[in-house]
Structure formats: structure tokens, C-alpha cells
């Protein structure tokens, strides 16, 4: 600390990593945002994903414009948000690296759901949702999703990532 209580002022140049360090810290749920295109399923790992609204019921997605996922989504098309267990901590790494893309959508339990999009049948919960709007900010799009269907899983400890781990 400095005089009278106040914090030292932080560089400029070193916010963007300092916060980078810093959201680290937040521990944040893992899930799967899935959809079809062109007659596939695509998917990605993702852990900006929250409630918006209970009415009407929303939730939004911040998905990098630099990923694949990106160039699908629309306005007013489907995808569901599959929250992970603890014990698919292979999965959300098959859907986090373009490397891994065959191995994706193999363990699961997946299955197309009432909008035909891929819905896993083993997650927490499996939030069908329509794309109701698309706000671009920086390097990301935040895509809001009004909620369609919800499919409840078995109860069974989130699969959270932490200070670049999961726990």
C-alpha cells in the first residue's frame, strides 16, 4: 500500500495480463455449447457461460470470434449448453482442441434433441436454447440465448476449472 491507503497504480501495459491472471482465479463451471451445421454437429468447450434472465428464461455464451463455433451461430438458430461432471473432463478437453475434433461427440451419450441439436445425455443439465441476439465486443461475440427445453441429469459434482486446471 501506498499513502493513505490507496493501492500503487498498475502499469498500463501490464492490465491485460494482470487481469488475464486474475480471471484465472475465478472458478468457473464447464460446458459443451453444441449445434448443427450443414448437417453436423459442432461443439466447444466453454466456461463463460451464465443465467441472464428468468423471464424470459436466457442465458448467455461469450464465444471467441477466432473459433470455429463462431462462424455458426446465427440469429435465430439452435444450440444447447450441456453442463459437465467431473468425470467428463476428457470430453471438454476433446472439445477444446481442434486436434481432438474426431473424438468429440463419442463419449456422452449424445443424441439430437427436439431442435436437432446434439444434446448429451450424461451432462448435469441440457439447455436448448435459440439465438436471440449477438453483441460483438472485442475479441469475443456474446451470444444470448433464449431458453427452449431443459433436461435435467443426474445429480453428480461439476466439472469446474480453476487457476488453469480442472477441479
Known amino acids: 500500500m501506498t499513502e493513505a491507503g490507496k493501492l500503487p497504480a498498475v502499469d498500463e501495459a501490464t492490465v491485460g495480463e494482470m487481469f488475464r491472471q486474475s480471471m484465472r482465479r475465478l472458478a468457473s463451471s464447464v460446458s459443451v455449447v453444441a449445434c448443427l451445421a450443414d448437417g453436423e454437429w459442432v461443439g466447444m468447450s466453454a ?8 423471464d424470459p428464461p436466457a ?5 471467441n470470434k477466432q473459433a470455429s463455433m463462431a462462424a455458426h451461430l446465427t440469429l435465430g438458430m439452435h444450440f444447447s449448453v450441456n453442463l459437465l461432471n467431473r468425470e467428463h473432463e ?4 476433446a472439445f477444446g482442441s481442434s486436434k481432438l475434433r474426431a473424438e468429440r461427440f ?3 451419450g449424445w443424441a439430437a434433441g427436439s431442435s436437432g441439436v446434439p444434446v448429451m445425455g450424461e451432462a448435469l443439465a441440457a439447455i436448448e436454447c435459440t439465438v436471440d441476439k449477438m453483441v460483438e ?5 456474446i451470444v444470448i440465448g433464449r431458453v427452449e427445453e431443459v433436461r435435467m441429469g443426474n445429480e453428480a459434482h461439476p466439472l469446474v476449472y480453476f487457476d488453469g486446471k480442472y477441479r
Open 47 to 54: 466456461t463463460s457461460v451464465t443465467s441472464l434472465t428468468m
Open 90 to 93: 476428457g470430453l471438454s478437453a
Open 59 to 63: 442465458l448467455l455464451v461469450c464465444v
Open 137 to 141: 465486443y472485442g475479441s469475443h461475440v
Open 106 to 108: 463419442k463419449d456422452g
